[in-house]
């Protein structure tokens, strides 16, 4: 392995992951933080998708050097510590304190701080954060329930969080080229800078920055920082040459779709399933709550489907259904139970020869990647931005494609299995 990347969530993960099957290298996604002494699957990079983004900043930090841990003794050469590209964290962390931990641990002198994703809009210039047109703390961003991000000045919001030296790469070391981003970086150092911000304001500069950065045992930033590595490896001749797989193969075996995603891109998606003639089953929180519907009945239905379609069976509906159904079971339970039982009908499925299986909503994935006993997943063909399918290397042999709720395209549903062989 050559590259390992710490993830503080898991879509964020994904995100980082597919970035670097995209720039050719093998990249693996491990679930959780690795037992001590848990081997690693082989690949180019591993992306450890932790939790740690609002957890408390000491569980943060152990989880993220136990990831640090399992991926040097898995050869990796370099750590990335990926988080959002709009530096979602608190006045106390958790950015702050796990790349202090991670800085300590591997003897790093200097890291870069690089959230940026220009792709996205997100994008930094002086040190300065913007989301599309507009400073950080005049996004959406301001009003976030759990990371509410007031302050668009990076070493500010970085040197907030850490007791080290905080300075600035700015574009006008950047635009030159890797060379003077190098002397800039050397400059900082001699004044004690351990951690420096950088501008990027293209793909071009986070290229730029990869190259310059090809020393640093620790980076830390958003997934966009990744896009500049496998150059490096490559160059080194550490990494073949790999395409990027089109098409991913599966297991023989049956094709479903689970969504608990009440949000309206996937409600979209479901309307456009049904239309196609998918055959669908919508699932009643309230008699599953009352015990009048059961996971049984759902994979007992889902199975009893013809078996050359995709079938479909979803709990997702519109704002005033769900607002309804957590008035009478409150919205933690409500949520709970749906969850709860799509683990139970993926388990009950895969039982029944599911092995392609598309998951719609972030804490329904989440859910499921439980019920299934999912640690491992190599990531394959994007289907659309942001998801791709992937194969359970450590768990039951099966291919999945978690999808978070806003993501896809209207023939999500199905498109997706053209990708697969
Ligand atoms: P998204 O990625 O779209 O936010 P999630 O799966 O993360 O989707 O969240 C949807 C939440 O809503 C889950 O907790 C799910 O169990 C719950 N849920 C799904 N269907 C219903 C419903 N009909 N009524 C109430 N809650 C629901």
Not at 59 to 71: P, R, Y
């Amino acid at each position: 392995m050559l590259l390992g990347v710490i993830a503080d969530d898991m879509t964020g993960a994904t995100d980082v992951a597919l970035m670097l099957n995209r720039a050719g290298m093998r990249t693996v996604q491990v679930i959780g933080a690795p037992a001590a002494g848990a081997k690693l699957p082989e690949a180019d990079a591993v992306v450890v998708a932790l939790k740690s983004r609002t957890n408390p900043v000491a569980e943060a930090v152990a989880d993220s050097l136990a990831a640090c841990e399992a991926l040097l003794a898995a050869g990796a050469r370099q750590i990335l510590f990926k988080y959002c590209s709009t530096f979602d964290s608190t006045a106390k962390g958790n950015i702050g304190p796990v790349a202090d931990a991670l800085m300590q641990r591997l003897n790093a002198h200097q890291a870069i701080v690089c959230p940026a994703f220009p792709a996205n809009g997100r994008s930094i210039f002086q040190g300065y954060l913007f989301v599309g047109e507009v400073p950080l703390q005049e996004s959406s961003m301001k009003d976030h329930p759990l990371t509410p991000m007031r302050d668009a000045n990076l070493m500010r919001l970085m040197g907030a969080q850490t007791p080290q030296k905080v300075g600035l790469a700015s574009y006008a070391s950047v635009n030159q080229g890797a060379a003077a981003v190098r002397k800039r970086l050397a400059e900082l150092a001699a004044d004690g800078v351990r951690y420096v911000v950088t501008d990027a304001l293209d793909n071009g500069h986070l290229m730029v920055l990869g190259e310059a950065i090809s020393d640093h045992v620790l980076l830390t930033g958003g997934s966009g920082i990744a896009m500049g590595l496998p150059e490096n490896f490559r160059k080194a001749g550490l990494l073949p040459w790999r395409e990027t797989a089109t098409h991913l193969a599966a297991p023989t075996g049956r094709a479903g779709i689970i969504s608990g995603s009440c949000s309206a891109a996937t409600r979209g998606q479901i309307k456009a399933a049904l239309a196609v003639g998918i055959p669908a089953l919508k699932v009643d929180p309230l008699a599953l709550a009352g015990g009048q519907q059961t996971a049984k009945e759902l994979a007992d239905w889902a199975l009893a489907q013809p078996v050359d379609k995709p079938f479909l069976v979803y709990s997702s509906d519109d704002p005033a259904e769900v607002a309804s159904v957590q008035d009478k079971l409150g919205r933690d339970k409500a949520g709970e139970i749906v969850e709860h039982a799509f683990a139970e009908l993926a388990r009950l499925l895969n039982a029944g020869g599911v092995t392609r299986l598309l998951v719609a909503g972030g804490e329904t994935s989440g859910a499921v990647v439980q019920g299934l006993a999912i640690r491992t997943l190599e990531i394959g063909p994007e289907i659309d931005p942001g998801v791709p399918w992937t194969r359970v290397v450590d768990g039951p042999e099966m291919v999945v494609a978690l999808k978070s709720g806003n993501f896809g395209a209207p023939d999500f549903f199905i498109k997706a299995w053209g990708l697969l062989r």
